[in-house]
Nanobody, 113 residues
């Protein structure tokens, strides 16, 4: 299994960004998928998860601003981020879980004016 996140960059406060994660492997459609982030000097934290049936859950600070989605045919998972704040600055990682955690390399999101 390989995961490759992309779509990070510099965005102004209040702006939007869409992260994408391309996955390989035959277990994609039955796996739970997620986005996590790690800010400098902080522990990695959950941003959002989506199950194989499409159920989602979000960290409280992301509810209403971020949306996670998946495309099983393309083996892609997305994170649409809106109303971005400076405290959203972090490296964002995609995750696949099916009994074992799989991680990709992260993509840096910087929210700054």
């Amino acid at each position: 299994v390989q995961l490759q996140a992309s779509g990070g960059g510099l965005v102004q406060p209040g702006g939007s960004l869409r992260l994408s994660c391309a996955a390989s492997g035959s277990i994609f459609s039955v796996s739970s998928l997620g986005w996590y982030r790690q800010a400098p000097g902080k522990q990695r934290e959950l941003v959002a998860r989506i199950t194989n049936t499409g159920s989602t859950n979000y960290a409280d600070s992301m509810k209403g601003r971020f949306t996670i989605s998946r495309d099983n045919a393309k083996k892609m998972v997305y994170l649409q981020m809106t109303s971005l704040k400076p405290e959203d600055t972090a490296v964002y990682y995609c995750n696949m879980y099916l009994g074992i955690d799989y991680w990709g390399k992260g993509t840096l999101v910087t929210v700054s004016s």
